[in-house]
């Protein structure tokens, strides 16, 4: 079954339900003439019929499009199925998922008041907008599901010219794909070795960065010999360090083991790629992917303005 628009509703005052109308027009800043639109985060709001059928069963009255105060009704997907930064086409028009249900409004809301629950705080959904345009009840709606862009490149000597199978770097892959399927995202990973040569390592990060990865992590040259460059040209290209990250992976883990002190990994954002330095071990590599995933839902939202805790 098509996923399709029911109805576009609107609403002049915050606070109050909307009213369904013949069309509704999308501009940067949400929908024209309704008491949401803005430069926020939460300038669409969609529900769909599933949710309101169930709502009704529930409450033992009938509600209607635009009773919840959503802007609009759907009815064919199971919206708050999404995920923030997935993205809906309808028509000419796109929009970014922003946020999965709100906080109650309680007493404020009309529909609390009368039944003493509501079904946007937990099923409804909003979205900002990322293109223009119109859309009337009847249109089609696309469902595009974010996928995150990983690259794994393993900085070694050794493992380039094939003198020791890189084992970091696969252990690397499957611990990040575990992690954005726990999350409901899927990705795509590629993996790259090449050896400890700045040239080759600044080309490969600017390449990431211009390429719209979300996330880069980099195993080997983090250690005090000759060879091992990584920190350094990560940080010449890093728009922002966090530091707190690698800071505590230091202390945590130099605790038990002092060498692991003598890391110099850093972590940052070029542009809107995130950089996480790790060591060259399959070890090293557990014990920092299971900190850097601690935050990294949290991180990916911040970079995207998400203001989701």
Known sequence: MDTKVVSVNISVEKGTIKKPVEFIKISDKGIIGDA????????????????????????????????????????????YDARPLD??????????????????????CAIYREVGKCVMPKEGIFCRTTKKGMIRPGDIVKYYPRIMKVFILTISDRAYYGEYQDRSGPRAAALTEE?????????????????????????????????????????????????????????????????????????????????????RAVAGLMGKTLVFNMPGSVKAVDE????????????????HSLDIH
Not at 61 to 68: I, L, N, Q, S, T
Not at 197 to 218: A, G, M, P, S, W
Not at 288 to 303: A, C, G, P, S, V
């Open 36 to 79: 949401h639109a803005g430069n926020w985060n939460r300038q669409i709001s969609l529900l769909g019929m599933e949710s309101i059928k169930k709502f009704s069963k529930d409450s033992g009255r009938e509600f209607k499009p635009g009773e919840f105060a959503e802007n609009i009704t759907t009815e064919g997907f199971t919206l």
């Open 87 to 108: 993205r809906f086409v309808i028509g000419e028009v796109e929009m970014e998922v922003t946020q999965i249900g709100k906080s109650c409004h309680g007493d404020g």
């Open 179 to 263: 992690y954005f399927k726990s999350q409901a995202y899927g990705c795509e990973i590629s993996r790259e070795i090449i050896p400890d040569d700045e040239k080759q390592l600044r080309h490969k990060l600017i390449e990431c960065r211009d390429n719209d990865y979300d996330v880069v992590f980099t195993t080997g040259g983090t250690g005090i010999g000759f060879r091992d460059i990584t920190p350094e040209v990560t940080l010449s290209l890093l728009d922002k360090e966090i530091p707190g990250i690698m800071e505590h992976i230091r202390l945590k883990f130099g605790q038990v083991k002092p060498g692991a002190l003598l890391s």
């Open 288 to 303: 920092y992917t299971d900190e850097i995933f601690k935050n990294l839902r949290h991180l990916i939202y911040m970079i």
